[in-house]
């Protein structure tokens, strides 16, 4: 019998809030999944390199609808029929980037993300290349973010705290996060 050691809700919003990669577990009996989870502007290479590394899935980015707006990311299709109504725009990479895989790369464009200054055309909006995947909010069951960046956010709710990246997985995770 494994024994699962969980942290406090406080522990991990002060984690989130000093820029660490948290692990978010859903229910058992929905997806049976953790999300590793950190708020975009501490997605640094090594943080984003430990998702990738330890994850085994797909790096993706929930922010908020209105910051995807701003933005100007399209949705990927116009009729999802995805199973967890998983609402992904098109991938995307920063101007500054070169391919855009790597996780310096990946780190540079999650960041940009969330600067106050990003403008639509600092983006590359990749129909079938992009390595950074920002998602909506689902319909029917909020993801963790935006709705978790907004209670690990201190207050005011900054601009900086409305995207996250994350790391998907499914089976046993590991224990601990950096």
């Not at 000093?18 to 049976?32: A, L, Q, S």
């Not at 995805?82 to 098109?90: G, I, K, P, R, S």
């Not at 920002?134 to 690990?152: E, G």
């Amino acid at each position: 019998m494994t024994t699962k050691v969980l942290n406090t809700i406080e522990e991990a919003i002060e984690d989130f809030r000093n820029g660490k990669v948290v692990i978010v577990v859903d229910d058992e009996d929905r997806e049976n999944e953790g999300d590793f989870i950190c708020a975009a502007q501490f997605a640094t290479t090594e943080n984003v390199n430990f998702m990738a590394v330890h994850g085994k899935g797909l790096i993706c980015m929930p922010m908020a609808i209105d910051l995807c707006q701003k933005l100007a990311f399209p949705q990927m299709v116009t009729e999802n029929t995805d199973n967890h109504e998983t609402a992904f725009t098109v991938s995307i990479d920063h101007v500054d980037t070169t391919t855009g895989i790597s996780a310096a790369e990946r780190s540079i464009t999650a960041m940009k993300c969330v600067d106050e200054n990003a403008k639509p055309e600092a983006f590359r909006p990749r129909r079938c290349s992009g390595f950074c995947f920002p998602c909506l909010p689902r319909q029917w069951a909020p993801p963790v973010a935006p709705n978790s960046a907004r209670l690990f956010a201190p207050p005011p709710f900054p601009h900086k705290f409305r995207s996250y990246c994350a790391r998907f997985w499914v089976d046993t995770p590991p224990r601990q996060a950096p």
